[in-house]
């Protein structure tokens, strides 16, 4: 039997972080289905491990399983290829002006975006994303990777360059 007030606490700081989740377990997966089976272990994680969860950031302690939940699936399913391309249409850009060829642009911008991303080494993807797209300090990142804080300014620097150059060939073989 669980206990009601453990399940209320669990909900009102864990649940609130499921975006969060998702979105890092999407972009180290590189697929909904796999995402989803991610967040969910990592979810069950959670709650079993709730009472160890000392206060403080709950995103940030969520993240942290989430992170361990992908490598332990990653372990477990070696023989899947991971380089397989983003799926989900939810996350081309939408546009809110009805201009097709802005749309257009943007749309094949933010696919130029992904595949760069998804090109990166986990380990440069995931400091990525936890710090541009989830918002977190370098500290926090240090913290859920279990690297020292000179490995995640390192990564996220290498990450960013790699980036870069990604997007600049992409750019140069589309001029010629």
């Given at each position: ?6 399940l ?15 979105n ?14 991610v ?6 994680r959670?709650?079993r ?18 992170r ?9 399913n ?18 809110v ?5 802005l ?5 094949s ?29 370098y ?38």
């Open positions: 039997m669980h206990d009601p007030k453990k209320h606490s669990f909900e009102a700081l864990v649940l609130p972080q499921l975006g969060a989740a998702y890092l377990a999407r972009w180290l997966t590189r697929n909904d289905h796999d995402a989803e089976d967040v969910q272990e990592a979810y069950l959670a709650f491990f709730f009472d160890g969860f000392r206060g403080g950031d709950a995103r940030a302690w969520l993240l942290t399983i989430v361990n939940t992908f490598y332990s699936w990653l372990s477990n070696r023989l899947r290829d991971l380089s397989s391309p983003l799926e989900d249409k939810e996350w081309e850009l939408e546009s002006t009805p201009d097709p060829e749309n257009a642009i943007q749309n911008e933010r696919h130029r975006l992904e595949q760069a991303i998804e090109e990166l080494p986990t380990e440069f993807r995931e400091v990525l994303i936890l710090r541009e797209l989830e918002g977190m300090s500290k926090e990142i240090s913290d859920i990777a279990e690297i020292p804080l000179g490995t995640v300014m390192s990564r996220l620097a290498r990450a960013r360059k790699r980036l870069q150059q990604s997007l600049a060939n992409v750019l140069g073989r589309g001029l010629r």
